[in-house]
Protein backbone atom coordinates (compact mmCIF):
# COMPACT_ATOMS: atom_id res chain seq x y z
CA UNK A 1 0.00 0.00 0.00
CA UNK A 2 1.31 3.02 -1.28
CA UNK A 3 1.55 5.78 1.87
CA UNK A 4 3.24 9.66 1.82
CA UNK A 5 2.76 10.99 5.23
CA UNK A 6 3.67 14.67 5.72
CA UNK A 7 4.56 16.35 8.97
CA UNK A 8 6.10 19.36 10.70
CA UNK A 9 3.09 21.59 10.11
CA UNK A 10 2.83 24.17 12.57
CA UNK A 11 2.15 27.91 12.97
CA UNK A 12 5.21 30.06 12.80
CA UNK A 13 5.79 33.72 13.06
CA UNK A 14 6.79 35.95 9.84
CA UNK A 15 10.79 35.50 9.08
CA UNK A 16 11.01 32.33 11.17
CA UNK A 17 11.94 28.56 9.65
CA UNK A 18 10.43 25.20 9.48
CA UNK A 19 10.97 21.87 8.30
CA UNK A 20 8.39 19.68 7.08
CA UNK A 21 8.98 16.16 6.06
CA UNK A 22 7.39 13.63 3.94
CA UNK A 23 7.80 9.69 4.83
CA UNK A 24 6.93 7.15 2.12
CA UNK A 25 6.18 3.41 1.86
CA UNK A 26 5.08 1.27 -0.60
CA UNK A 27 7.14 1.58 -3.39
CA UNK A 28 10.67 2.21 -4.21
CA UNK A 29 11.04 5.59 -3.49
CA UNK A 30 14.67 5.92 -4.93
CA UNK A 31 13.03 5.63 -8.48
CA UNK A 32 10.41 8.63 -8.04
CA UNK A 33 10.90 12.00 -8.50
CA UNK A 34 9.51 14.21 -5.71
CA UNK A 35 7.65 17.64 -5.24
CA UNK A 36 6.06 19.73 -2.67
CA UNK A 37 2.72 21.40 -3.73
CA UNK A 38 0.83 23.42 -1.65
CA UNK A 39 -2.63 25.36 -1.54
CA UNK A 40 -3.72 28.05 -0.01
CA UNK A 41 -7.17 28.77 0.44
CA UNK A 42 -9.65 30.06 -2.24
CA UNK A 43 -6.47 28.94 -4.58
CA UNK A 44 -4.88 26.40 -6.83
CA UNK A 45 -2.69 23.84 -5.98
CA UNK A 46 0.84 25.09 -7.10
CA UNK A 47 4.24 23.76 -7.66
CA UNK A 48 7.01 24.51 -4.26
CA UNK A 49 9.66 22.76 -5.17
CA UNK A 50 11.07 18.95 -6.78
CA UNK A 51 13.69 16.74 -6.61
CA UNK A 52 15.14 14.13 -8.87
CA UNK A 53 15.37 10.56 -7.98
CA UNK A 54 19.14 10.89 -7.02
CA UNK A 55 18.59 14.38 -5.60
CA UNK A 56 21.20 15.68 -7.80
CA UNK A 57 18.73 17.61 -9.22
CA UNK A 58 16.31 20.20 -7.72
CA UNK A 59 14.03 23.05 -9.06
CA UNK A 60 11.89 25.62 -7.00
CA UNK A 61 9.26 28.35 -7.71
CA UNK A 62 10.21 31.71 -8.18
CA UNK A 63 8.39 32.74 -4.89
CA UNK A 64 10.53 30.24 -2.60
CA UNK A 65 13.86 30.24 -4.61
CA UNK A 66 16.61 31.43 -1.97
CA UNK A 67 14.48 30.33 0.89
CA UNK A 68 13.19 27.22 0.39
CA UNK A 69 15.33 23.78 0.03
CA UNK A 70 14.38 20.32 -0.71
CA UNK A 71 16.01 17.31 0.07
CA UNK A 72 16.11 13.85 0.13
CA UNK A 73 17.55 10.58 1.73
CA UNK A 74 17.21 7.45 0.00
CA UNK A 75 18.01 5.09 2.83
CA UNK A 76 15.11 6.46 4.79
CA UNK A 77 12.67 6.93 2.34
CA UNK A 78 12.09 10.64 3.19
CA UNK A 79 11.76 14.02 1.79
CA UNK A 80 11.90 17.40 3.09
CA UNK A 81 10.96 21.01 2.69
CA UNK A 82 12.92 23.13 4.63
CA UNK A 83 11.39 26.71 4.97
CA UNK A 84 13.40 29.93 5.99
CA UNK A 85 12.52 33.63 6.02
CA UNK A 86 8.72 32.55 5.97
CA UNK A 87 6.06 35.26 5.08
CA UNK A 88 2.43 34.67 5.68
CA UNK A 89 1.77 34.16 1.63
CA UNK A 90 3.57 31.16 2.59
CA UNK A 91 0.55 29.83 4.71
CA UNK A 92 -1.01 27.12 2.92
CA UNK A 93 -1.53 23.27 2.92
CA UNK A 94 1.59 21.30 1.79
CA UNK A 95 1.68 18.38 0.04
CA UNK A 96 4.23 15.84 -0.68
CA UNK A 97 3.67 13.90 -4.16
CA UNK A 98 5.48 11.53 -5.98
CA UNK A 99 6.00 10.73 -9.51
CA UNK A 100 7.62 8.09 -11.63
CA UNK A 101 7.12 8.22 -15.68
CA UNK A 102 8.01 5.31 -17.93
CA UNK A 103 7.04 4.73 -21.86
CA UNK A 104 3.69 3.84 -20.92
CA UNK A 105 2.22 5.22 -17.65
CA UNK A 106 2.54 8.15 -15.36
CA UNK A 107 3.13 6.55 -11.34
CA UNK A 108 1.93 9.62 -9.28
CA UNK A 109 0.44 9.68 -5.53
CA UNK A 110 0.12 12.14 -3.01
CA UNK A 111 0.04 12.70 0.56
CA UNK A 112 -2.62 13.94 2.85
CA UNK A 113 -1.27 17.75 3.59
CA UNK A 114 -0.09 19.50 6.51
CA UNK A 115 -0.86 22.84 7.42
CA UNK A 116 1.78 25.56 7.96
CA UNK A 117 0.19 28.88 8.93
CA UNK A 118 2.46 32.11 9.13
CA UNK A 119 1.55 34.68 11.39
CA UNK A 120 2.40 36.79 14.28
Known amino acids: QVQLVESGGDLVQPGGSLRITCAAS????????MNWYRQAPGKERELVAG????????NYADFVKGRFTIGRDNDKNTVYLQMNSLKPEDTAVYYC?????????????WGQGTQVTVSS
Open 51 to 58: ISSTGRVT
Open 26 to 33: GFTFSTYA
Open 97 to 109: NAVWRTTLKKYDY
